[in-house]
């Protein structure tokens, strides 16, 4: 089942997913945080924990934590979980300073900026693999184009770019202006476009286009623009199938749509991402509620992950992240 409304907006109630999900009891949740072996639900929640989770980040991974957290209210949980999404980076910038307890990120935390932070506050942490994304790119309906080789993606969205029309990207596309809508520079999807993808050494993509972390003016720019182009995860766009055109990516290998299968079997390159949740440790080990959701979070993974139309882990990638989860504290 699909979680067909979790945005920005106001998030529906999503108890019908969870009356869908089998949490059945299997021994006493603080002893065993790992208990199901799929991520399918396989949980005994603790309804007695009470307190406040304060997670922020990611505009991107924002909808799988959302799903979580109203998951757990509906299966009767009293702990508050409130969810920001002020961008991945955003979001580090108060996780390092302590005053988060879980930062959702669409990357990585930077070796040479965000975690030293972290250790300089004393923050440690631990990174959960959550699911896999596709950044998708997009543009308006009526575009007569339907694929990008990664040098036109570079062409496109590069810093040194000065391409206005669609035809200085290909001449065979059509004599038409661009018009660009983009991350916002504390995105991390914006920074894997620009690290992952374009690979410019400065790390940054071309300043002319709109920009923005949310990611619904950009999904209105897009189909709004004639020549509209930009780019999200794959869960915005398939919020958004009726409004947008996805791209092809060929990498070398042929055209390649975004899909969760692609982005599973790693065809669809070099589009497909990680996405994680960093857990503070101190938060996790000294405060029930904490120690209770994140549980609650990467036992009931699949159904997350699925419910909020992102791609669920394979069985070894949800190993790793069951294993990271029970070695905090230990």
């Not at 997913?17 to 945080?33: F, W």
């Not at 505009?59 to 920001?84: F, K, N, R, W």
């Not at 631990?126 to 950044?135: G, P, Q, R």
Request: some cysteine.
């Amino acid at each position: 089942m699909k979680l067909n409304t979790i945005r920005r907006a106001a998030v529906p109630s999503i108890a019908a997913l969870a009356m869908t999900m089998t949490l059945a009891a299997c021994g006493d949740s603080e002893d065993d945080p790992n208990a199901g072996t799929d991520g399918s639900g396989d949980y005994s929640l603790d309804t007695s924990i009470e307190g406040e989770v304060a997670v922020d980040g990611s505009s991107t991974v924002y909808p799988m934590t959302t799903a979580a957290q109203e998951l757990m209210a509906a299966d009767g949980s009293a702990i508050q979980v409130s969810v920001g999404q002020s961008g991945t980076g955003g979001g580090f910038e108060v996780f390092c300073k302590g005053e988060t307890d879980i930062s959702d990120a669409s990357r990585p935390i930077k070796d040479d900026e965000e975690a030293p932070i972290c250790a300089e506050n004393k923050v440690e942490y631990t990174e959960l693999h959550v699911a896999t994304d596709a950044l998708t790119v997009v543009v308006h309906k009526d575009l007569a184009v339907d694929c990008l080789t990664v040098d036109e993606l570079i062409a496109l969205f590069g810093p040194k770019s000065k391409a206005t029309n669609w035809n200085e990207i290909n001449p065979e596309f059509p004599d038409q202006a661009i018009t660009g809508f983009i991350p916002g520079t504390d995105s991390g999807t914006y920074d894997y476009m620009a690290a992952d993808v374009v690979g410019d050494d400065s790390e940054t993509l071309r300043k002319d286009f709109e920009s923005s972390e949310d990611d619904n003016v950009l999904v209105n720019g897009v189909s709004g623009t004639e020549g509209g182009v930009g780019f999200f995860g794959y869960t915005y766009y398939e919020q958004n199938v009726d409004k947008l055109k996805p791209l092809s990516i060929d990498n070398g290998a042929g055209c390649v749509a975004p899909s969760a299968e692609t982005a599973r079997d790693g065809s669809y390159a070099p589009l497909a991402r990680p996405l994680f949740i960093y857990v503070n440790n101190a938060s996790y080990t000294d405060k029930p509620a904490v120690k209770e959701f994140s549980n609650y979070y990467i036992a009931n993974l699949a159904d997350i992950a699925t419910g909020a139309q992102f791609i669920a882990l394979n069985d070894e990638d949800y190993a790793e992240t069951q294993s990271k989860l029970a070695a905090i504290g230990s």
